[in-house]
């Protein structure tokens, strides 16, 4: 399992629409996320506009080319471009930042409980 972690950035004069937006995503696109690989897929949005999303998957690469592959993901990201800074298909513009720490990892590493319910039980 992969953990990425991507920024964007939305156009500030658009944060209203861009959230309305996502509060009722196409179902269409929500099955394709899912049945492509993607999970616990999450978007953070900032007030001037810095948008840092969160997936997990068991491969990045594969993931996003299986939504490439879909019927529903041109249509989505041609409908979302115009909210964004950058000119192009949203979902290709993502910068991924490595991850440096994970506390499950390192507790797991360390021969540590990583649910402090098992330290009692």
Known sequence: MTRVCFLSRVRPDRLDEYRSRHA???????????D?????????????????G????DDYAAARAAMARTAVNPRW???MSEFFVDPGNPDEGFQVLDEVFHLEDQLRAA??????QELHA
């Open 36 to 52: 492509t690989g993607w999970r616990d897929y999450s978007l953070f949005l900032a007030p001037d506009g810095l948008l840092v």
């Open 77 to 79: 990201q041609a409908e």
């Open 54 to 57: 969160y997936l997990e998957t």
């Open 111 to 116: 021969g540590l409980a990583t649910d402090p």
């Open 24 to 34: 009722a995503v196409w179902p269409e696109m929500l099955e394709a996320l899912r």
